[in-house]
């Protein structure tokens, strides 16, 4: 119980600046919506690669969001032919940017992957959480936020994660910069009528984000799994570093009906998608509003067996306004703390072993997402 009201403090805490905002457009998630996107994507039945309903899927999204107003774009790649094939096969992602009003440059990535296993139509996986990225993208279309957001609806996932690493490929070609992605995959399935699902995550911000974000604006019950590998994730982590985090995979990969031909719409729970999505847009709003993890921090003086002296790299969004610096023994809660305006600080009563963590925090008072954290070789911080 004492952990559970603790996060919920934390929660509160984390969305307090933004609470109104994140309620209202968390408020108008369509159930309706949400069935009809999934409906369209199933009678494309199978969207493997090199099927007809894969080019009906891909121009049936890009459609889906030129109406909301963005102008989205095809991610053309070719594939090697199949084994004992000739003919290579040509398949697209479909993307859209919603541009920051402050950062403009800093992106935050919410992804899924379209395509679904060759045997079936897929209504879990993956149509239940193209469906969240499509009304994600309805409900922020006239409500931009300060850092911009790139939807990306992913091909050939079933096929070796195509899509994911061609994305990855050419987003760190064009130098492309990312702070933080969620990946959805396969969110409508549940065992009961528990409205549960899994946050899988590689960064413990991110997924202290996503449990504030289903505590708060959802009745959503939220457990998580550090899991990433094998999904579209893994892509991603790979190109963007420990800045992942997502919904799915029921316990992981717990749906019977995993990968069959019986994955199908009668399967899903459509309330449990309608709250995994108003997580997933309080999530996401969240982090494309605060400022992103402060990079850089190492010791620059030391004196005798004290750390007296350390800094970092200045944040890259342009709203900063401080910088929040916390420290004391390892395993213990910190025993002091700073507010800073620069990016370097002397430290008190700070022996070798000290753990030291910061965050900035931004014009409207929201702190950074993510803890960056500077603890001696071999202690658990």
């Known amino acids: 119980m004492a952990s559970e009201r603790a996060l919920m403090r934390q929660s509160e805490q984390?969305?307090?600046?933004?609470?109104?905002?994140?309620?209202?457009?968390?408020?108008?998630?369509?159930?309706?919506?949400?069935?009809?996107?999934?409906?369209?994507?199933?009678?494309?039945?199978?969207?493997?690669?090199?099927?007809?309903?894969?080019?009906?899927?891909?121009?049936?999204?890009?459609?889906?969001?030129?109406?909301?107003?963005?102008?989205?774009?095809?991610?053309?790649?070719?594939?090697?032919?199949?084994?004992?094939?000739?003919?290579?096969?040509?398949?697209?992602?479909?993307?859209?940017?919603?541009?920051?009003?402050?950062?403009?440059?800093?992106?935050?990535?919410?992804?899924?992957?379209?395509?679904?296993?060759?045997?079936?139509?897929?209504?879990?996986?993956?149509?239940?959480?193209?469906?969240?990225?499509?009304?994600?993208?309805?409900?922020?279309?006239?409500?931009?936020?300060?850092?911009?957001?790139?939807?990306?609806?992913?091909?050939?996932?079933?096929?070796?994660?195509?899509?994911?690493?061609?994305?990855?490929?050419?987003?760190?070609?064009?130098?492309?910069?990312?702070?933080?992605?969620?990946?959805?995959?396969?969110?409508?399935?549940?065992?009961?009528?528990?409205?549960?699902?899994?946050?899988?995550?590689?960064?413990y911000g991110i997924r202290d984000v996503q449990h504030a974000g289903a505590i708060l604006f959802s009745d959503l019950i939220t457990y998580d799994a550090h899991y990433y590998k094998s999904t579209d994730a893994h892509a991603l982590y790979d190109a963007f570093g420990d800045v992942i985090g997502g919904l799915g995979s029921y316990h992981v990969l717990g749906n019977p009906h995993y990968h069959q031909v019986h994955d199908v719409l009668e399967t899903i729970n459509q309330e449990l998608v309608t709250e995994s999505c108003r997580s997933i847009v309080a999530s996401m709003m969240l982090l494309a509003s605060s400022p992103s993890k402060v990079e850089g921090m190492k010791v620059v003086t030391l004196t005798g067996d004290d750390v007296t002296e350390i800094q970092w790299d200045p944040n890259p969004e342009a709203d900063i306004t401080e910088y929040h610096v916390v420290w004391g023994p390892p395993g213990e809660p910190p025993t002091h703390d700073m507010v800073v305006t620069g990016t370097r600080v002397r430290l008190e009563d700070a022996p070798i072993f000290t753990v030291v963590r910061i965050k900035a925090m931004n014009a409207r008072g929201l702190l950074g997402w993510d803890w960056t954290v500077l603890a001696p070789p071999d202690i658990d911080p």
């Open 14 to 203: 984390m969305f307090a600046p933004i609470f109104r905002e994140v309620e209202e457009i968390t408020s108008q998630v369509s159930m309706t919506r949400l069935y009809a996107y999934q409906k369209n994507l199933f009678d494309f039945d199978t969207k493997y690669i090199g099927t007809p309903g894969n080019q009906l899927a891909t121009d049936w999204i890009f459609h889906t969001l030129e109406s909301y107003g963005y102008e989205p774009e095809y991610q053309w790649f070719e594939v090697a032919p199949r084994r004992g094939g000739t003919d290579t096969i040509r398949t697209a992602n479909v993307l859209a940017v919603l541009p920051g009003t402050v950062n403009p440059e800093i992106h935050y990535l919410l992804s899924s992957h379209f395509d679904s296993n060759s045997r079936g139509p897929g209504a879990d996986d993956n149509s239940s959480a193209i469906a969240v990225l499509l009304e994600t993208a309805r409900l922020l279309a006239d409500n931009p936020l300060p850092c911009s957001i790139i939807f990306a609806a992913f091909t050939g996932e079933e096929a070796g994660l195509l899509g994911s690493r061609e994305f990855a490929r050419q987003a760190l070609e064009q130098g492309l910069i990312v702070k933080g992605a969620l990946n959805n995959d396969m969110i409508g399935w549940s065992g009961d009528h528990r409205l549960d699902n899994t946050i899988r995550f590689s960064n």
